[in-house]
């Protein structure tokens, strides 16, 4: 199957601060990604979808002066955390559409991110 | 609004016992029906995709089938490191994104 990265892993952060976190598709380009973020035994919940050269459509309910998504190559999109807080803590995924439609998406290791 | 909801939340089986993990959805147009396993601490990794009722697919102890309105993934003499979250998703028509139920965590005892 198709590799997706994400980096870091793991990362702390200071209440306030801004965290970003990159998310490859590693041997196929993908003209879409998907940021998801994940609660301690709760599913994914889509954050945005993440379009190569366009702007990223959030799902209700998120922030996007918040959470802010760069999808500038066919590669690599970023998902930027600002003025991060306590409760921004969790575990954040993305994922790389093969193709389109939808029907094969590849998911990264996710990263965990601590505000402190 | 599509929905996609899966039973049971948790199951403990011991190795070698056979069971069935549920996946109901109401998926406007379903174009894909997908598993996932998770495991602690990192991302899902595909398994199968189900693209039409009456269609099944096996993966070594795994087998996903798919009805109008559930899919079931059946696992066969399980083994301990089958334990992981189990997640289905449904992909609705004209959509792009993923619906998602809320797992299946499951525990093989040795």
């Known amino acids: 199957g198709a590799v997706v990265s994400q980096h870091p892993s793991w990362v702390i952060c200071k209440s306030g601060t801004s965290v970003k976190i990159e998310c490859r598709s590693l041997d196929f380009q993908a003209t879409t990604m998907f940021w998801y973020r994940q609660f301690p035994k709760q599913s994914l919940m889509l954050m945005a979808t993440s379009n190569e050269g366009s702007k990223a459509t959030y799902e209700q309910g998120v922030e996007k002066d918040k959470f802010l998504i760069n999808h500038a190559s066919l590669t690599l999109s970023t998902l930027t955390v600002t003025s991060a807080h306590p409760e921004d803590s969790s575990f954040y995924i993305c994922s790389g559409e093969v193709g389109t439609g939808g029907d094969e998406q590849y998911f990264g290791p996710g990263t965990r991110l601590t505000v402190t | 609004e599509d929905q996609v909801t899966q039973s049971p939340e948790a199951l403990r089986l011991q190795e070698g016992e056979s069971s069935s993990l549920n996946c109901s959805y109401t998926?406007?147009?379903?174009?894909?029906l997908f598993w996932y396993r998770q495991d602690p601490g990192k991302g899902p990794e595909f398994l199968f995709t189900l693209y039409s009722a009456g269609e099944e697919k096996e993966k070594e102890r795994l087998k996903a089938t798919l009805t109008k309105k559930e899919s079931f993934l059946h696992i066969t003499a399980p083994k301990p490191e089958d334990s992981a979250t189990y997640l289905c998703a449904g992909l609705g028509q004209g959509a792009q994104k993923l619906v998602f139920g809320q797992g299946t965590r499951l525990t093989i005892n040795p």
């Open positions: 998926v406007s147009g379903l174009r894909g």
